[in-house]
């Protein structure tokens, strides 16, 4: 719980932001509530920050396999997820 509250108070207003894209992969059963959809990433890119949901909580997700897919972007390219939740 401490974790997500440092994170939730971290400053980032020295940090410079990052010129690239984000994609975030966020489970459909978060452990905790967070105030923003993307967990403030916007804040620290010029680029955009896409969203696409995991079925599981954030350890339960780490053994969909199709997580290795989304990090290689190989859902993207081949149109594998559907409504943005990878299942």
Same mark, same amino acid.
């Given at each position: /719980?401490?974790?997500? #509250?440092?994170?939730? +108070? /971290?400053?980032?207003?020295? %940090?410079?932001? %990052? ?11 978060? @452990?905790?509530?967070?105030? &923003?959809? +993307? /967990?403030? %990433?916007?804040? #620290?890119?010029?680029?955009? #920050?896409?969203?696409? /949901?995991? &079925? ?6 780490? +053994? ?9 972007? &190989?859902?993207? &390219?081949?149109?594998? @997820? ?6």
């Amino acid at each position: /719980y401490n974790h997500f #509250v440092a994170v939730q +108070d /971290y400053d980032i207003s020295s %940090l410079p932001r %990052l010129k690239s894209s984000i994609t975030l992969l966020k489970p459909t059963f978060p @452990i905790a509530p967070f105030t &923003e959809e +993307d /967990y403030g %990433l916007h804040k #620290v890119t010029e680029g955009k #920050v896409q969203i696409h /949901y995991v &079925e599981g909580n954030h350890i339960t997700i780490m +053994d969909n396999d199709k997580i290795i897919s989304a990090i290689n972007e &190989e859902w993207i &390219e081949d149109n594998k @997820i559907e409504d943005n939740i990878i299942q």
